[in-house]
């Protein structure tokens, strides 16, 4: 799977919005990209996916480059509930079902 | 969303006992799930893929004779950890892949193991 780069750590002020950028320089053209959360001492959660087109769901929105070498997760209003580490993955399905590999996310963190 | 249980949530266990966490999609059928390690501060690390009615595959550096990983239904897999040591203490999460819709994947809230 194709490895990611993100920053370490970010922060964001509350009701404004939080941009995480993810770098994917080496995707493949079957690969879709994933975002994960998660908050502290809890299973990661599942926030949204791409393949190339720009994605929106109740959570957040995702914005795939033309390229597919990078994308953002933008949440637009951000609460302190949504303080934790975002995770983004790509990996392609592989026998049916994929295998997500996690490196260190960004630690976001939103301030009053 | 599905969801997904872990049980139990923490353990505590003396050193040499051994440990079984449960991973059940309470919602959906998955014949595939995945079985991570996180360390403090650590990002998850990928221990095993546990199928249903076969062996688990595990990842390079993982004992499975430590780590004993059944997928006996298509909505239960069980992780035992035998022989535990201190050093074993961690955050143990499961995932399970929805067999109908591949690309959604949901974790279960993990389950803390403490080995005195």
């Known amino acids: 799977d194709a490895k990611t780069t993100q920053p370490t750590s970010m922060d964001c002020a509350e009701g404004r919005a939080a941009n995480l950028p993810c770098n994917h320089s080496t995707i493949s053209g079957n690969e879709y990209v994933y975002w994960y959360r998660q908050i502290h001492s809890q299973g990661p959660q599942y926030i949204i996916h791409?393949?190339?087109n720009n994605e929106t769901n109740e959570m957040a929105s995702l914005i795939i480059t033309e390229d597919r070498k990078s994308s953002t997760l933008i949440l637009p209003h951000a609460t302190l509930r949504d303080t934790a580490v975002y995770y983004c993955i790509v990996s392609h399905a592989s026998g049916g079902s994929y295998i997500p590999t996690f490196g260190r996310g960004t630690s976001l963190i939103v301030h009053p | 969303g599905a969801v997904v249980s872990q049980h139990p949530s923490r353990v505590i266990c003396k050193s040499g006992t051994s440990v079984k966490i449960e991973c059940r999609s309470l919602?959906?059928?998955?014949?595939?799930m995945f079985w991570y390690r996180q360390f403090p501060k650590k990002s998850l690390m990928l221990m095993a893929t546990s199928n249903e009615g076969s062996k688990a595959t595990y990842e390079q550096g993982v004992e499975k004779d430590k780590f004993l990983i059944n997928h006996a239904s298509l909505t239960l897999s069980t992780l035992t950890v035998t022989s535990a040591h201190p050093e074993d203490s961690s955050f143990y999460i499961c995932s399970a892949v929805d067999s109908v819709s591949y690309n959604e994947q949901f974790f279960g809230p993990g389950t803390r193991l403490t080995v005195l």
């Open positions: 791409g393949l190339k």
């Open positions: 919602d959906f059928q998955a014949t595939t």
